[in-house]
């Protein structure tokens, strides 16, 4: 009872500390709601250009990773339309979950995810601060609200045009926010010394991007911060090597627990490239820092535009690191993460429900993967029910798996007590 009353007792908690501090500091109010605003046009977004994929996803998907190039060019293009290399990486998990792209191909995707990561930071860098985006952004929020009383099309181009437009509004209240908030919250004269320092910061961008679920809008209050003068450039590139790895934590955990073999390895392999690019940024960050400031002396790039270069610099260089391991990772996956042995029966003793092995929430990310996963899941079922006919009809469960012989052949006489259990059987499956 005890442990039923916590959590929402906990999020009640957390609610209303949540809600005390938008009464107490209205800066802090604006910078939430920049934030809402953004997540919310993300999935807005998200949901608009999936329904516009409709049954196209999964030829695109097919055509796009037969070769590691062609994958590579795929995950840089999808993750710079929707904005999210941890939504592409999930859908990518779902595809190879329904078999529909090989494994290799899947990493080559993660690998573009990772590079197309870094265009919408270059874009908003290269926008400024200065630049206010709600001129365009409301009339961009009327015509997709009007849009979404037509038709399907012109409901999904709206949905997906107040995205947009969300995302938008959602940016500049971001940045009056970390103005506002200016005089209050100073992190830039933080002195914790080099190596601490770094590792303080790399430590808020990777939780940072835990809690938001996205790594863009991580580099969004990033570069918003860096903008208001309230962390340094150096704390900025460590704030996005660690959202780097939080966006692979948070794929790993879905990859992980709601995906057959094949997902859990793309989703390792995620994980892996984007601790081995953080740790070998880390080793490199004297060199990496040297080039981006000596780039910025040559070309008078601003704060903002620095932390775009170091973000694309290092996940550069973790693509130069994988890029001809892409097949020696996939065997070493293979090995690491190999099949459940086949062997053994479907129904388990006594009269405990079989679960689904083939849905869960990542697969509803596209139709096509919605629809392949249901269709291997009946199969599923099927075997299970044929097991279930073995036991009314007291056949061997055995004898299912085994390879035809004499059509003629007896079967063994059940062995005593025969106990007819079919209506618990039934009930309980």
């Excluded at 045009?161 to 969300?166: H, K, P, S």
């Amino acid at each position: 009872m005890k442990s039923n009353l916590f959590k929402p007792v906990l999020t009640a908690a957390l609610l209303a500390a949540l809600a005390y501090s938008f009464w107490y500091s209205a800066p802090w109010l604006k910078l939430c709601y920049g934030l809402a605003l953004f997540l919310f046009g993300m999935q807005c977004i998200e949901e608009g250009l999936r329904n516009a994929a409709g049954g196209t996803l999964e030829r695109l998907m097919a055509k796009s990773t037969s070769t590691p190039a062609k994958g590579l060019l795929f995950g840089i293009g999808a993750t710079f339309i929707l904005q999210s290399s941890t939504l592409v990486s999930l859908l990518t998990i779902a595809f190879l979950s329904t078999g529909l792209i090989t494994l290799a191909g899947g990493i080559a995707v993660i690998l573009g995810t990772n590079l197309g990561a870094t265009s919408g930071i270059w874009l908003l860098a290269m926008a400024g601060q200065s630049i206010s985006l709600s001129p365009v952004a409301v009339p961009m929020l009327v015509f997709g609200i009007l849009a979404g009383f037509l038709n399907s099309k012109g409901k999904t181009i709206g949905r997906v045009l107040v995205g947009i437009a969300l995302i938008f509004l959602g940016i500049d209240a971001i940045k009056d926010g970390f103005q506002a908030l200016g005089g209050q919250v100073d992190f830039s004269s933080v002195q914790a010394g080099g190596v601490a320092e770094i590792a303080i910061f790399s430590t808020i961008g990777l939780f940072l991007t835990i809690v938001l679920q996205s790594s863009h809008a991580t580099l969004i209050l990033t570069l918003a911060a860096l903008a208001a003068g309230q962390i340094s450039v150096a704390q900025g590139f460590a704030i996005a090597i660690g959202s780097n790895v939080g966006s692979s934590i948070s794929t790993a955990f879905v990859g992980m627990l709601g995906s057959d073999r094949s997902g859990q390895r793309l989703a390792l392999a995620h994980l892996l490239f984007n601790v081995v690019t953080a740790v070998l940024s880390l080793l490199l960050w004297l060199p990496l820092t040297k080039l981006v400031t000596f780039t910025a002396g040559l070309t008078g790039m601003g704060g903002l535009l620095q932390l775009a270069l170091f973000h694309t610099l290092f996940n550069g260089l973790g693509l130069a690191v994988f890029w001809k391991l892409q097949e020696r990772l996939a065997r070493q996956l293979i090995k690491w993460l190999p099949e459940k042995e086949a062997g053994g029966h479907l129904l388990p003793d006594g009269h405990q429900p079989v679960r689904a092995l083939y849905l869960n929430h990542n697969m509803l990310r596209s139709g096509d993967t919605a629809i392949r996963s249901v269709f291997k899941e009946i199969g599923h079922l099927n075997a299970v029910s044929l097991e279930a006919i073995c036991h009314v009809l007291f056949i061997p469960v055995d004898k299912l798996y085994e390879e035809q012989t004499d059509a003629d052949e007896e079967l063994p006489p059940p062995k005593p007590p025969l106990n007819l259990d079919a209506q618990a059987l039934y009930e309980s499956q």
